[in-house]
């Protein structure tokens, strides 16, 4: 009767634990089509930015610090964005391999330049502190909503810094969200601003735009707008990682309550046989007790 006992117990805590994933999935399913909104939104505002660059370029010589690449690289920042917690599949150790390769092709790319980090993320900071991998700044303390993360002053602070020449190449790392059921960690470079990318992204903005004024000049106009794109690349980003960690969970609870069920049905069936057993057992002992007795 052990057996039954330890069978009896380990069916109420997996009973239990599937309690728990069923409303872990429950919870992040519906912060996920509240952060699927605001990703979509933040998309248009990023796209319409781009469009608005592409204009004031064209047939403009304008020219701005954060489009132009240094002659020569030796010192590249990379900027993750990551989640403040766990139990969502993959999504922390994706994102931790895509920074990895990317500090193998920058310093394949670039040999001997001085590689900094700045950090969006408690994951991404405990990572780093386990591998034994110094950053400049890591915000470990970010709220559930990705307009709350301090994008604009570690922005702020990027541009200061590039502009001094601190660094000469900046790269932001985030997991972008495709659909509930598809993310992938992505690597960009974000300073200086490519061109070219801009340019493609923003065509169809623009032809669907007409035409634009610019107020007070194009010139003024063109230089507000520059670093604007940086940041609305790195909110956008925010809100890309926050949505694929929430489906990330969703779907790593949802395997999860999979698994408890089909664990369960196996357990039950495990401690029906076992009583089973012993209940043939018992009416063995009985009926040889009866014919003893005859």
């Known amino acids: 009767m052990a057996g039954l006992k330890e069978i009896r117990r380990r069916l109420k ?43 004031l370029q064209g047939g403009s010589e304008f020219s701005h610090p954060l489009l132009e690449a240094r002659p020569e690289v030796t010192r590249v920042r990379v900027l993750v964005l990551g989640a403040n917690r766990g139990l969502c599949g993959g999504f922390n150790t994706n994102l931790n391999r895509k920074v990895e390769a990317l500090y193998r092709e920058i310093a394949q790319k670039y040999p001997g330049c001085e590689i900094s980090t700045v950090l969006l993320g408690k994951k991404p900071a405990e990572y780093a502190r386990r591998v034994g991998r ?78 634009t004024l610019f107020e007070p000049n194009a010139e003024r106009v063109f ?10 690349i790195v909110r956008q980003a925010a809100f890309d990682t926050k949505a694929s960690e929430h489906a990330s969970r969703m779907t790593a609870m949802d395997n999860a309550t999979k698994n408890a069920g089909e664990l369960i049905h196996s357990l039950t069936l495990k401690f029906n046989k076992l009583r089973q057993t012993g209940i043939t057992s018992q009416l063995l002992d009985i009926v040889g007790g009866a014919e003893a007795l005859k």
């Open 13 to 55: 805590s997996v009973k239990n634990t599937k309690k728990i994933t069923s409303a872990m999935k429950l919870v992040a399913a519906a912060k996920l089509r509240k952060t699927q909104e605001a990703v979509v939104r933040s998309r248009a505002y990023t796209d319409a930015l781009k469009g608005v660059l592409a204009q």
């Open 134 to 211: 110094e950053y400049l700044d890591a915000q470990e303390s970010l709220s559930d909503d990705p307009t709350f993360w301090p994008t604009q002053e570690v922005c702020q602070r990027l541009e200061v810094d590039f502009l001094k020449g601190e660094f000469d190449e900046l790269y932001v790392v985030y997991t972008r969200f495709r659909s509930a059921i598809s993310t992938v960690a992505t690597a960009e470079r974000l300073i200086p601003l490519d061109k070219e990318a801009l340019a493609t992204t923003a065509t169809t903005v623009v032809a669907a735009s007409g035409v």
């Open 223 to 232: 230089e507000a707008v520059v670093p604007r794109i940086v940041r609305a």
